[in-house]
Structures are given as structure tokens and as C-alpha cells.
């Protein structure tokens, strides 16, 4: 098993530019979210999925968007990165989150200038 | 709102133990732990459900008291490969979401 994937490591994006974080997980979880951690922070939930065709949001979700077509992938798109979305940001998957571990993935770090 | 840890920071001696308290203003339905080491995921070390069911690793032991919406974690012993940044997650058991805390800083030396 691969785990939880995530894609690109790295990205620069200027101000304005939209782009899509990949996140895909081979463990057949219905549980999957997304995270952005800045330094001091902590782990701050952006967008969260119980499920395929379902999501809701977390804690931070203004300037992101999701969807979950399918149980495996679980991708998350920057409408128009601002600076401050500079951080780095971590997908996780669980079978659920009420008493069950999460998985994270690799994390990808993204700086928008 | 997020729980609060405590202490932000700790240094100790090979071999020594210590405790990180997780502080929450919300009833709780479960407490979980996770430790990342820099440059790297965080990786789960245990769970912690309202009513005394506990999922985790062997080595590592936590408690919660479910009254005061706290919890703490005891590390035993210390390993130098016990350094990292832990930090607990909360769930109110009313949403499908995990709120983590601000994370204590773990250095463990020679």
C-alpha cells in the first residue's frame, strides 16, 4: 500500500494563480481533510470528507475549495493564492475520525509570492 | 476553538520522563496524540475515547478525564527518538472534526 500521496512537494505560485493540491489514499477510507500548518499554529483543518460526494468545511476554508468524487482522491484547489496561503498543507485519511487514527500524507509546501 | 497544550516546550535527559497536558473548554468524545518530527508528517501515537477506550501504541500511556476535558500524555524513559513536536486533536464527538492544539516542543539529549 502506498498510503496517502500527495502531489506536488513543492510549488511557487504568484499572486492571482489558481492551482489544485493532489491527495489520493489506497486504504479504502471514507474519512478524508485537509490541513494547513503555519509555524505556532498547529495543525488548522481546512475542508474535511465523510465520504464520496460529501464534504463540509473545517476551521480556515475561505480561498479553498474540494470535492470527493471518489473514495480514493480528495483534491484540494486554490482559487486565487494570496501570501498569506503560504504554508505547508498535509491530507490525512481515517476510517472515520471519531476513534480511529489518521494517515497523513507526505505534506506539500507551497509559497505564493 | 482549539485546546490548549502544556507546557509550549521541554528539554530533558536521556531517560527522564515527562507529561504534556491537553486542555479543552468543550465536553470531549475522544482525545487523540500524534507526534511529528521536523520536516515530516505527523504520525499517531494514540486515541482516547470518552467511557476508557484506548487505542495506541504499547510504549506510550495517556489518560483522560473526561469531566475536565483534559488529557495528558506520559512519556517514560525518554529516547532520543522521542524529540519532535506533539501535539493533541479533539473531538466533541457532535462533528466529524479534529481541532488540534498548538503543539509542545519535545527535545530529548545526550
Known amino acids: 500500500n502506498a498510503g496517502v500521496t500527495q502531489t506536488p512537494k513543492f510549488q511557487v505560485l504568484k499572486t492571482g494563480q489558481s492551482m489544485t493540491l493532489q491527495c489520493a489514499q489506497d486504504?479504502?477510507?471514507?474519512?478524508m481533510s485537509w490541513y494547513r500548518q503555519d509555524p505556532g499554529m498547529g495543525l488548522r483543518l481546512i475542508h474535511y470528507?465523510?465520504?464520496?460526494?460529501?464534504?463540509d468545511q473545517g476551521e480556515v476554508p475561505n480561498g479553498y475549495n474540494v470535492s470527493r468524487s471518489t473514495t480514493e482522491d480528495f483534491p484540494l484547489r486554490l482559487l486565487s493564492a494570496a501570501p498569506s496561503q503560504t504554508s505547508v498543507y498535509f491530507c490525512?485519511?481515517?476510517?472515520?475520525?471519531?476513534?480511529?487514527?489518521?494517515?497523513f500524507g507526505p505534506g506539500t509546501r507551497l509559497t505564493v509570492t | 476553538q482549539q485546546p490548549v497544550q502544556s507546557p509550549q516546550a521541554v528539554i530533558l535527559r536521556e531517560g527522564e520522563d515527562a507529561v504534556i497536558n491537553c486542555s479543552s473548554s468543550?465536553?470531549?468524545?475522544?482525545v487523540h496524540w500524534y507526534r511529528q518530527k521536523h520536516g515530516e508528517a505527523p504520525v499517531f501515537l494514540m486515541i482516547?475515547?470518552?467511557?476508557?477506550e484506548q487505542k495506541g501504541h504499547e510504549k506510550i500511556s495517556a489518560s483522560f478525564n473526561e469531566k475536565k476535558q483534559q488529557s495528558s500524555l506520559y512519556l517514560t524513559a525518554s529516547q532520543l527518538s522521542y524529540s519532535g513536536t506533539y501535539f493533541c486533536?479533539?473531538?466533541?464527538?457532535?462533528?466529524?472534526?479534529?481541532?488540534f492544539g498548538t503543539g509542545t516542543r519535545l527535545q530529548v539529549t545526550l
Open positions: 470528507s465523510v465520504g464520496a460526494g460529501i464534504t
Open positions: 486533536g479533539t473531538n466533541t464527538g457532535t462533528a466529524s472534526k479534529l481541532t
Open positions: 490525512a485519511s481515517s476510517y472515520s475520525i471519531q476513534g480511529w487514527e489518521q494517515y
Open positions: 486504504m479504502n477510507h471514507e474519512y
Open positions: 468543550k465536553a470531549l468524545y475522544s
Open positions: 482516547l475515547l470518552k467511557g476508557g
